[in-house]
């Protein structure tokens, strides 16, 4: 019997999707006020308090993506290995480390602003693409709108920059935290955007044949 193949479009649960919003703009709020500390707290070194800020933002990243994947409802398995999983961590925080790293330095430039907003905002969609490739699905075949991929780093990346100009550059004592504030949600519509609109650059071709009609995911616990 040939296969027969079908178009699918994934819906979501809202409660997970609300809860992934949650946790991007909470992530990014703490990393940003946790960098802050470096000026006035002299509790801990400088560089502590920027591998603080850049592991709260990373597993922010992190947890947006893996949130965003849980909440995508699809009527077949999908099956996750636990060890790349963890191992996606780590250049989500490399890339908050480098772009806390540039947005600190003494004598900074809008010009290394914008620099470390594209490279947090590319390094976001990356994140996300390099995530999806983790994911082993049971009867499924998917491929990737190219436009719609540079959509998605376009945005992201422009989002990024602005939440780090506005961070950088936006100081004012009365206004202080209300334009930290603006400067972190800027930069979690950045996280939100990199996921939701990659999820949309995603095509879904599903073996009707084989698949079996529910939805499960399931985490690969082998090394």
Same mark, same amino acid.
């Given at each position: 019997?040939?296969?027969?193949?079908? %178009?699918?479009?994934?819906? %979501?649960?809202?409660?997970? +999707?609300?809860?992934?919003?949650?946790?991007?703009?909470?992530?990014?709020?703490?990393? &940003?006020?946790?960098?802050?500390? *470096?000026?006035?707290?002299?509790?801990?070194?400088?560089?502590?308090?920027? *591998?603080?800020?850049?592991?709260?933002?990373?597993?922010?990243?992190?947890?947006?993506?893996?949130?965003?994947?849980?909440?995508?409802?699809?009527?077949?398995? =999908?099956?996750?290995?636990?060890?790349?999983?963890?191992? *996606? @961590? #780590?250049?989500?925080?490399? +890339?908050? @480390?480098?772009?806390?790293?540039?947005?600190?330095?003494?004598?900074?430039?809008?010009?290394?602003?914008? #620099?470390?907003?594209?490279? #947090?905002? =590319?390094?976001?969609?990356?994140?996300?693409?390099?995530?999806?490739?983790?994911?082993?699905?049971?009867?499924?075949?998917?491929?990737?709108?190219?436009? *719609?991929?540079?959509?998605?780093?376009?945005?992201?990346?422009?989002?990024? =920059?602005?939440?780090?100009?506005?961070?950088?550059?936006?100081?004012?004592?009365?206004?202080?935290?209300?334009?930290?504030?603006?400067?972190?949600?800027?930069?979690?519509?950045?996280?939100?955007?990199?996921?939701?609109?990659?999820?949309?650059?995603? +095509?879904?071709?599903?073996?009707?044949?084989?698949?079996?009609?529910?939805?499960?995911?399931?985490?690969?616990?082998? &090394?």
């Amino acid at each position: 019997m040939e296969d027969f193949w079908l %178009y699918y479009l994934p819906t %979501y649960n809202d409660y997970l +999707v609300i809860f992934s919003l949650i946790v991007a703009c909470a992530s990014t709020a703490a990393a &940003f006020f946790i960098n802050d500390q *470096m000026k006035t707290n002299t509790l801990l070194s400088r560089t502590t308090w920027m *591998m603080l800020a850049s592991t709260t933002l990373g597993a922010g990243i992190w947890a947006v993506h893996f949130l965003g994947m849980v909440a995508m409802q699809m009527p077949f398995t =999908v099956a996750y290995s636990k060890i790349l999983t963890i191992v *996606m @961590l #780590i250049p989500s925080i490399f +890339v908050s @480390l480098i772009a806390f790293y540039y947005i600190n330095q003494p004598r900074h430039t809008w010009m290394r602003a914008t #620099i470390s907003g594209i490279f #947090i905002g =590319v390094g976001i969609v990356l994140i996300h693409y390099f995530g999806m490739m983790v994911m082993n699905f049971e009867d499924v075949r998917f491929s990737y709108r190219l436009h *719609m991929m540079a959509l998605a780093s376009l945005v992201v990346s422009l989002l990024a =920059v602005s939440a780090l100009l506005m961070y950088r550059y936006v100081y004012v004592r009365r206004g202080y935290f209300l334009s930290r504030f603006m400067s972190a949600m800027l930069l979690a519509c950045a996280i939100i955007a990199a996921h939701y609109m990659g999820m949309w650059s995603v +095509v879904y071709e599903a073996n009707m044949t084989h698949i079996h009609m529910h939805h499960s995911v399931e985490m690969d616990l082998t &090394f």
